[in-house]
Each structure stands twice: as C-alpha cells, then as structure tokens.
C-alpha cells in the first residue's frame, strides 16, 4: 500500500511538472504564431497543475492534519480553479470570435501541432496508471485526477486537428474554431468543478 502512495505521489508530481512546462511553452509559441488555440491549451494546462497540486497537498498530508484543515484548503482551491476555468474559457471563446471576425491568420506551427503529439501520447499513459494507483488505495481523489488528465488527451486531439489543418492545407480558420471547441471543455471543467465543490475526495 506504502509502494502505491508513492507511485501516486509520482505520478502526480510528474503531471503537475509536465503541465507547467506544456503551459509555459504553449503560451509563448501561441503567442509568438497568433494561435489562440495553443493559448488557450496552456493557460488550460497551467491551472490544471493547480488542482494537481492540491491532490500532492491532500496526499501527503492526509492523516497529519483535521478532516477540518483539508476541507478548508479545499473550498478555497475550488473556488479558485472554478473562477479561472470561468474566466479562461471565456478569454479564449472571445479570442476565437475575434479572430474568426477579424480574419486574423495564425501562422502555422509544426512546434505547436509536437506539443499536443506529446501530450496525446502521454497523457492516455498517465491517465490509466493513476487509475490502478486509484483501484488499489481507494482513492476517489486519484481516480478524479485520471478522468482529468483523460480529458487533456481529448484537448490535444481537438489542437492537433486545428494546427494541423492549418499548417497542411492553409486552412487558418481551423484554428480558432479549434480554440471554440476547447473553451467549451474549458466551461465544462468549470461547471463541474464548482457544481460538486470538489477538486477531489480522499
């Protein structure tokens, strides 16, 4: 049991570290070639480490503090990362409008389209080995944690599909009705977020 919390543990400090390098470097590629898609995606990536960085809290923690002291930390994280959900996935719905309106051209980005690649391969990995971590500590705090890295698997999917129609056929619209369909999984992560007023729960 000891061996599987500290694989968790692992898994989890390895996600948090990847998010924040793949958010760093999202933004400014998605900056510097005008794709409000890769924006978005990083910003995204950026306050999932947030929720992953309260479950390391929760990990580590558990049984050292009051039931009291983690559900405090925990309303507070929530509301949070709820808000910046919100506000995110509203940034990047009004970019992609504004873009779609104003005919503004990403350049294309073969850089952009080996970011999601790399996140389209590892994040399936990550996802099914917190999942057996989960199964056996019993763990619904992990389990959430493996739906949610899920989900940025099917974010990279949507940002391959608009980098690459852009960067193989010109196709620049794509871009930002790519970023359209992100801030909807963006507004859904909110939803949910808040709606159960849990990041997760040991």
């Not at 580590?60 to 949070?80: D, I």
């Not at 970023?179 to 729960?201: D, M, N, P």
Request: charged letters at 20%; a neutral charge; aromatic letters at 10%.
């Amino acid at each position: 049991m000891l061996e599987t919390y500290k694989k968790a543990l692992w898994l989890e400090y390895f996600t948090v570290g990847y998010n924040v390098a793949e958010g760093v470097v999202s933004v400014l590629v998605g900056y510097l070639t005008g794709s409000v898609a890769l924006v978005g995606f990083g910003l995204d990536s950026g306050i999932e480490s947030l929720s992953g960085a309260v479950l390391i809290w929760r990990l580590t923690r558990h049984g050292k503090v009051s039931k009291e002291e983690e559900e405090r930390v925990e309303a507070l994280s929530v509301k949070l990362v709820g808000v910046s959900f919100l506000l995110l996935g509203g940034y990047v719905l009004y970019g992609a409008i504004t873009k779609l309106w104003l005919g503004e051209r990403p350049d294309p980005t073969l850089f952009g389209i080996a970011i999601a690649v790399a996140s389209i391969i590892i994040m399936p990995l990550l996802a099914r080995a917190k999942g057996r971590c989960a199964e056996e500590i019993s763990s619904d705090a992990l389990k959430a944690d493996s739906r949610q890295t899920w989900l940025c698997s099917i974010l990279s999917a949507a940002l391959i599909v608009g980098l690459g129609l852009n960067y193989l056929y010109g196709l620049w619209w794509a871009d930002p009705v790519s970023a359209i369909v992100i801030s909807g999984f963006i507004f859904r992560e909110a939803y949910s977020t808040l709606k159960s007023k849990k990041l997760c729960c040991c």
